[in-house]
T-cell receptor, first 112, second 114 residues
Framework: GENVEQHPSTLSVQEGDSAVIKCTYS??????FPWYKQELGKGPQLIID?????GEKKDQRIAVTLNKTAKHFSLHITETQPEDSAVYFC???????????FGAGTTVTVRA | SAVISQKPSRDICQRGTSLTIQCQVD?????MFWYRQQPGQSLTLIAT?????????ESGFVIDKFPISRPNLTFSTLTVSNMSPEDSSIYLC???????????FGSGTQLSVL
């Protein structure tokens, strides 16, 4: 089955700086890569996703890049704000298969 | 995205008892799933809730321990049976609309077993 590794496990950044989280996956059949943000006491929220026919996708301060050859994808948050503090999970699945394999999560703390 | 309501939001239970968690979606959805998130851990898929038929369980999860119902396209229940402290986790309902691969999660049920 798919194995998704996520690094780092914790990340502390100064407000206004950028944060980068990296994930690698093992199954070459995976071609859907979502990112979730989970705040304390809440369920995971889908914040951005990318499919294998796209190398990069941006949504305001959030961007995701995908290198299918190297089997890794990354989340980039620019101009971080205190409300970006949360646990972020990457995931992977084959297309048309909802069975996501999740990374272990990254706890992001934005220091004011 | 669909609005997903889970009840209860949290509960504290005694070992040996059972708890049924409800998941209600505000629109008909193709796919419904149940995930477990153990303390400080990632998400693990328990099963796919199939409408009108038995749920499909992932390796390590069995129907006797986690019976699931899905009577229609907007509602599902997960029961955690004969609970032990090891069952203390967040249980999450998730749905896929079928239009694409996007998966959305409910707010979760925080379960503590004493």
């Amino acid at each position: 089955g798919e194995n998704v590794e996520q690094h780092p496990s914790t990340l502390s950044v100064q407000e206004g700086d950028s944060a980068v989280i990296k994930c690698t996956y093992s199954d070459s059949a995976s071609n859907y890569f979502p990112w979730y943000k989970q705040e304390l006491g809440k369920g995971p929220q889908l914040i951005i996703d990318i499919r294998s026919n796209v190398g990069e996708k941006k949504d305001q301060r959030i961007a995701v890049t995908l290198n299918k050859t190297a089997k890794h994808f990354s989340l980039h948050i620019t101009e971080t704000q205190p409300e970006d503090s949360a646990v972020y999970f990457c995931a992977a699945s084959p297309v048309n298969d909802y069975k996501l394999s999740f990374g272990a999560g990254t706890t992001v703390t934005v220091r004011a | 995205s669909a609005v997903i309501s889970q009840k209860p939001s949290r509960d504290i239970c005694q070992r040996g008892t059972s708890l049924t968690i409800q998941c209600q979606v505000d629109s008909q959805v193709t796919m419904m799933f149940w995930y477990r998130q153990q303390p400080g851990q990632s998400l693990t898929l328990i099963a796919t809730a199939n409408q009108g038929s038995e749920a499909t369980y992932e390796s390590g999860f069995v129907i006797d321990k986690f019976p699931i119902s899905r009577p229609n396209l907007t509602f599902s229940t997960l029961t955690v049976s004969n609970m032990s402290p090891e069952d203390s986790s967040i249980y999450l309902c998730s749905v896929g609309t079928g239009a694409d691969e996007k998966l959305f999660f409910g707010s979760g049920t925080q379960l503590s077993v004493l």
